[in-house]
């Protein structure tokens, strides 16, 4: 079981009409946590994603997000499209020792699922500190069992870089590479492929951007099949077009990450909206909501015009982004979460069975139920008691 804080969810009125809630909450202290049947959902993605709207991604987060909206896709195409996970760290990462150590191991089962498709999406962890998508379109050269090994495309999408091959962009390229030729895969001479994007002038929105041009390429696959046919369209290598606000792709992810630990906890959960007041930045508290209210009238970007793709950073001249976003004045940060002090266990109200339970009344004849209505009595979206993950967070941070 977690390790689990009393927390407050928004709940409406209780009851069976149309908008009204018909939860019945688990109530905490006092009250032991159903053990979902497939165990506790790794939830460090969910909270990355809610840290704050400027805080880099961890892997798990594009992971689940990515998994989530590619088995939503028409049989077809999902069935043309494998999704690289991020759990093998070090193939692009500084180490030139740990990378060899990569190629010296043996990942069948990680490039088996890389056979298995035409297409495969990776999101890929330069450096550990920037996210990129890397694109590969494979054959079948010989319809057999080896399955798809001949790589005939393979585009980056930097949102750093653009399109220009700068030395990220060469140095994913090489890697991957190398790790793939040392599986047993091929290359076809001109498999290079260029797709620009727009480019980011922060230091924390790339994975984001690498969640919106994967579901764009996956958007562009399922626009390749009609029905029960598939023909490739050199669409698919066009460049990113359409419109990046960073705040609702990452409020998308966060509900797309919060169904998976529903999904995983064989649906017997609800997502609900928690109150709270302060969060934990850096090595202080502050108020939550500065860490995620947007600028004022949002920060859409239009991507594939030209006046915003040429526009120039500040930073131009600079190779590579740093490694953090935030400093921390060399405090040290604990990983693990504190209860927040008006929710902390000095002040909370133990349960008591012997008391009307505040989170769901108790079964009352119905005669009493009427003579109720008199009484007034609307407990219309007050906060509600129930039971929070308190997960400690691992992972490496990017930006």
């Known amino acids: 079981m977690p390790d689990t804080t009393p927390a407050q ?5 209780q009851g069976s009409d149309q908008g009204q809630c018909r939860q019945r909450h688990i109530e905490l202290p006092g009250s032991n946590l159903p053990t979902p049947p497939n165990g506790w959902p790794d939830i460090r993605g969910l909270n990355q994603l809610q840290a704050s709207r400027e805080e880099w991604l961890n892997g798990d987060a594009l992971d689940k997000a990515l998994k989530v909206y590619h088995n939503s896709l028409p049989k077809l195409a999902r069935d043309l499209i494998h999704i690289a996970d991020t759990s093998i760290e070090g193939i692009f990462g500084t180490s030139t020792k740990a990378f060899e150590d990569i190629l010296a191991r043996n990942y069948n089962r990680f490039c088996r699922s890389l056979r298995r498709t035409e297409y495969t999406l990776w999101p890929m962890n330069i450096h550990g500190n920037h996210w990129e998508l890397g694109v590969i379109r494979k054959e079948n050269p010989n ?44 290359f076809d001479r001109h498999h290079r492929r260029d797709v620009s994007t727009d480019r980011q002038l922060d230091m924390w929105s790339c994975g984001l951007r690498t969640f919106w041009a994967a579901r764009h390429i996956m958007d562009r696959i399922v626009a390749m099949t009609r029905g029960d046919t598939y023909h490739y369209n ?27 630990a529903v999904r995983e906890m064989g649906y017997r959960a609800r997502i609900a909206v928690e109150v709270v007041s302060t969060s934990r930045d850096g090595a202080q508290d502050v108020d939550a909501a500065t860490l995620m209210v947007p600028p004022e009238g949002g920060s859409s970007v239009v991507v594939g015009k030209p006046e915003t793709r040429k526009r120039a950073r500040e930073d131009d001249g600079e190779e590579l982004p740093p490694n953090t976003r935030r400093k921390t004045e060399g405090k040290q940060v604990s990983g693990k979460p504190s209860i927040a002090p008006e929710f902390g266990m000095d002040n909370y109200e133990p349960f008591n069975k012997k008391k009307t339970n505040p989170v769901f009344p108790p079964d009352i004849p119905e005669a009493s139920q009427e003579s109720s209505k008199t009484t007034g009595g609307n407990t219309r979206n007050q906060p509600r008691r129930r039971g929070g993950n308190k997960g400690k967070g691992k992972g490496k941070g990017k930006k």
């Open 234 to 260: 050199e669409t698919l290598w066009e460049d990113m077009a359409g419109w990046f606000n960073p705040d609702l792709v990452r409020w998308e992810m966060i509900g797309l990450t919060a169904y998976d």
């Open 143 to 186: 319809n057999e069992n080896e399955g798809w090994t001949r790589i005939v495309q393979v585009g980056i999408i930097d949102s750093w870089e653009d399109t220009k091959r700068g030395p990220r962009k060469q140095f994913a390229e090489g890697r991957l590479k190398k790790f793939l030729k040392k599986n047993k895969f091929t």
């Open 9 to 13: 969810i928004l709940c409406g009125t």
